[in-house]
């Protein structure tokens, strides 16, 4: 693919006007389709108060489809949530009894507090070298029922093997916090093997906050009842009857009360977006990005935290910098956008950053060091 190809998403993105924003591990911007499709959801509200809901609740589940194709689940396997927060509470609402819970310590909280407020037994593996290696974790599962982990690691990028994983997991039930990997890597929760998976709509997603995905693997709708349940949880959606309960057998019965459409809707134009150009496209250019990065960073002399391994790689990558904080700070004066992570400074470019977004980073670094 030529780069020039690469060129005709500029536009969609007005902050690369003015920013060199360089961190969508962090938060990313909201391309401007999506931000008229919000538009759009507010306009009809102001012109037409309730007048579409029908259309909105068809157009809900014509989304809803949409990302059960984009990670090869069913519909009924698909949440709409807020948060990846929420979708981890709603997880461990229905299994943290199960058993004891395998995680480890590179972890974002998110994928932990959830388990550890309702008092599960939790256990957290070291990684190696930045890596936690599924040999490694085949050694320690012990008698645990529930493997959390991160798709990517928002702390030093390192990309785990859920295939490898699904296939050691056993019986044992595989929570797969998939933030970090969403709307940048492909995502396959059925050659996974995963149980359950959520993600947020911020980051790498570019449809702003507020929004997510649950899946939900669709034998344990059997198994678990959700902790909270509201009108819309049940199997007639608009049953004004106030003395049955009927939950429906879908993912969706967690989205109790009325839809956050204009979010839905973000979250739809976003997919739509990545669709046309293609998930596979969109890895290998953001890998060439950072690959560049990482030659461009070591010859600045810069120690690399990032694991190094291709499989292990992601749209993340941390390189070690002393007075961290103090080094975004004066980068955002300067327009550049990036976090102190860890020992260090995170980048991570998405498909519409430019090779030359990478050079102005660097050309600032060398001015520093
Ligand atoms: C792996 C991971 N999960 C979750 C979050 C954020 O959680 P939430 O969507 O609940 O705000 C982050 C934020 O950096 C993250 O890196």
Avoid at 100 to 110: G, H, I, K, Q, R
Wanted: glycine share 8%; net charge positive.
């Amino acid at each position: 693919m030529k780069t020039d190809f690469w060129k005709r998403f500029r536009k969609d993105f007005p902050i690369t006007e003015r920013w060199t924003y360089l961190d969508h591990a962090a938060a990313g911007p909201i391309a401007k389709p999506v931000h008229e499709e919000v538009q759009r959801a507010y306009w009809d509200t102001v012109h037409y108060g309730d007048v579409h809901w029908r259309a909105w609740l068809e157009k809900r589940e014509s989304i809803r489809e949409k990302f059960a194709r984009f990670i090869h689940a069913d519909a009924s396997e698909i949440a709409f949530i807020h948060s990846t927060s929420e979708g981890m509470n709603l997880i461990a609402d229905l299994i943290s009894r199960e058993g004891s819970v395998l995680t480890n310590t590179l972890e974002f909280p998110a994928s932990t507090v959830p388990w550890l407020h309702r008092k599960a037994k939790i256990r957290f593996l070291e990684p190696v070298e930045g890596v936690l290696p599924v040999g490694d974790i085949k050694k320690n599962l012990g008698h645990s029922k529930i493997l959390v982990t991160s798709f990517v690691q928002y702390q030093n990028g390192f990309r785990q093997d859920l295939e490898a994983l699904g296939k050691i997991k056993g019986k044992r039930y595989l929570v797969v916090n998939g933030t970090q990997g969403f709307g940048v890597l492909p995502i396959n929760v059925r050659k996974w093997n995963a149980d359950f998976f959520c993600a947020a709509s911020y980051k790498w997603f570019l449809a702003g906050h507020g929004g997510g995905i649950l899946f939900a693997k669709k034998e344990w709708l059997d198994k678990f009842k959700p902790a909270f349940a509201g009108w819309r949880s049940r199997v007639v959606e608009e049953d004004f009857n106030n003395r049955t309960v009927h939950l429906r057998k879908a993912a969706s019965r967690t989205e109790y009360g009325c839809p956050t459409f204009p979010v839905i809707f973000a979250l739809g134009a976003s997919l739509d977006y990545f669709n046309r150009i293609g998930m596979e496209a969109i890895e290998k250019r953001v890998l060439d990005l950072t690959d560049y990065a990482l030659s461009r960073l070591e010859d600045l002399g810069l120690e690399i935290v990032t694991p190094l391994e291709r499989k292990y790689r992601s749209g993340i990558v941390v390189f070690k910098m002393d007075r961290a904080a103090e080094v975004a700070r004066r980068f955002l004066k300067k327009r550049i956008f990036v976090s102190p992570r860890g020992p260090g400074i995170r980048i991570a470019p998405h498909f519409y950053n430019q090779f030359s977004d990478i050079d102005r980073l660097i050309k600032e670094l060398k001015g520093l060091i």
